[in-house]
């Protein structure tokens, strides 16, 4: 009765709306209004959860209820989408068409053996190559290395900065997507990460076990090795052929090294679908090219070296499309990079990911919330600073005007673990010259959009850090970047940023230390945005 109900009510309206000089159309829509709800409550539910008297034995009878209730409550039926139930929701993509989830079809999970191994061979081949290549000391491994970490136990190493706040959380990516990549989700990845890094600190180096080694390869493992892995589904497509598709499985294997492998291994390189597979999330890429002059000590403009700067900023994941989100379906992650004197190339890498959030409404104002994990790492001629956070981040969208909109997002972290160098670079030590802290972090990025003509952000960024190995005191560090971009091209724009560094040390027992370091920089932007995440947020 239903479907022909819906069939004739349409009709009604259809007459009721295209008759607009007749006011039959004002009791058609009311009846309308009316009798369709009471038509759906009239009709019978049906009944499956009631024993029927002299039907069948009563056991009979339940054992056939609970396999109706258990085709009914079930997401699908060998494998395809359940289309008979209406109590169950089985969306599987976005409204953007895209899936929310890996088909698991095509994306099975692999027996826990196969990632442990990997995992194992790559703390081998890191080692093979520490030993047989670049000849480090401390590669020289045996029974005696590994009873003497054993036995003495963990400390707080030594290594350079961007040893302990760069390469182990690469290195830790690596074995989360050893995982990942075999059919694992984010959370079933994670230990994998946590086993790879134990290994290696007690097996993989002479050197005692490190908690700052753990914590990073760990924690901004996860962080990094997921975003790797959504970045190369994004370029994925096992639709494609031919030199297309060789291009998509390069790219992708270059972005998340582990996952290329494992395809290879898996024979996905090779294979033909005739749907999407992979889940996807819209993605605005920005990349950046131009100078940046690095101002020296307590100077404002001008007065420094000049240097090539190149970045890249990726916005992934919509966050004010009203639906459920799992970890890292909306972040951020920008990275840049500094050509010139000096040894560094890496300038910083900073990132937030989302863990869990919700969006709200409240008139105009579009409202996403939730709780993120953050990544900052600053590896300059200025200043390091690496970090580790925790927290709550509140995402707004208002449109002033159709093309004027102002986006703001702001952040409230924990930092467990962070590291703070205490001079000014470059830093061209072999050893250890930042102290080990943790402490709290506030963020504020704010961008107001005039079309695509013109946008001028304000970002700043504040650590509160508190020294636990090394010099005792508290640091308050902040970061402060105005910027504006000017249209000269679709999708291509020229930016002027001026970045302010201050940082005021209380150092126990000592004088306090106040000092400000400015950078200014000039480039041109070409903008890449996806049409399903409209805006540039930051």
Do not use: C
Not at 197 to 205: N, R
Not at 273 to 289: D, G, H, R, S
Not at 380 to 399: D, H, Q, R, S, V
């Amino acid at each position: 009765m239903a479907p022909i109900y819906i069939i004739v009510a349409g009709a009604f309206v259809l007459y009721a709306v295209t008759n607009s000089k007749s006011k039959r159309g004002i009791p058609v829509l009311f009846l309308l209004i009316v009798l369709f709800p009471a038509s759906l409550f009239a009709q019978k539910k049906p009944i499956i959860d009631s024993i029927i008297p002299g039907k069948a034995p009563v056991k009979e009878q339940l054992k056939e209820i609970k396999t109706i209730k258990s085709q009914l409550l079930s997401d699908s039926v060998a494998g395809e989408p359940h289309k008979n139930s209406p109590l169950i929701d089985t969306t599987i993509q976005n409204k953007y068409g895209d899936l929310l989830n890996d088909d698991k079809k095509y994306n099975q999970k692999y027996p826990v053996w196969k990632p442990i191994v990997e995992v194992v061979g790559n703390n081998v081949f890191t080692w093979m190559l520490d030993k047989y290549v670049l000849k480090e000391d401390f590669s020289n491994l045996g029974i005696g290395s590994w009873k003497y970490n054993i036995q003495k136990g963990w400390e707080w190493d030594s290594d350079r900065f961007g040893v302990n706040f760069f390469a182990h959380p690469y290195s830790g990516a690596m074995y989360f997507n050893a995982a990942r990549s075999q059919g694992y989700n984010y959370w079933q990845s994670i230990p994998f990460a946590v086993g790879g890094s134990l290994m290696w600190e007690y097996f993989g180096e002479t050197t005692r076990p490190s908690y700052n080694d753990l914590i990073n390869t760990s924690l901004n493992g996860a962080f990094l090795g997921e975003m790797f892995y959504r970045l190369s589904s994004n370029v994925l497509d096992d639709r494609t052929r031919g030199s297309e598709r060789v291009f998509r499985e390069v790219l992708a294997g270059l972005i998340d090294p582990e996952r290329g492998l494992n395809r290879l291994l898996q024979g996905k390189t090779f294979r033909h679908t005739t749907n999407e597979v992979y889940q996807k999330e819209p993605l605005n890429i920005t990349l950046f090219a131009g100078v940046h002059k690095i101002n020296t000590y307590n100077t404002i403009f001008g007065t420094g070296p000049t240097e090539i700067l190149i970045n890249m900023q990726f916005d992934y994941g919509n966050p004010f499309e009203e639906t459920y989100k799992k970890p890292f379906d909306f972040f951020k992650l920008r990275s840049e990079f500094s050509f010139g004197s000096g040894r560094k190339v890496l300038d910083n890498l900073t990132g937030y990911g989302i863990l869990v959030g919700d969006n709200a409404k409240a008139g105009d104002l579009s409202i996403f919330y939730g709780l993120f994990q953050y990544d900052d790492y600053w590896d300059n001629k200025t200043f390091e600073l690496g970090a580790i956070g925790f927290g709550g981040g509140l995402f707004t969208k208002y449109p002033i005007t159709d093309n004027t909109i102002l986006y703001t997002n702001a952040h409230l972290a924990v930092i467990p673990l962070a590291g703070n160098s205490t001079r000014f670079g470059p830093d061209t030590s072999q050893f250890r010259d930042y102290t080990y802290d943790d402490g709290f972090e506030g963020k504020i990025e704010s961008t107001i959009n005039f079309g695509k003509a013109f946008s001028a952000s304000f970002v700043y960024y504040y650590f509160f850090l508190h020294t636990f190995v090394g010099q005792a005191g508290n640091n308050n560090i902040s970061i402060l970047k105005p910027r504006v971009t000017v249209q000269v091209a679709k999708n291509l724009n020229l930016g002027f940023e001026h970045f302010i560094y201050f940082d005021d040390r209380y150092l126990k027992n000592l004088p306090g230390i106040y000092s400000v370091r400015t950078e200014q920089k000039i480039y041109l932007s070409l903008f890449l945005e996806d049409p399903q995440r409209k805006g540039r947020f930051n």
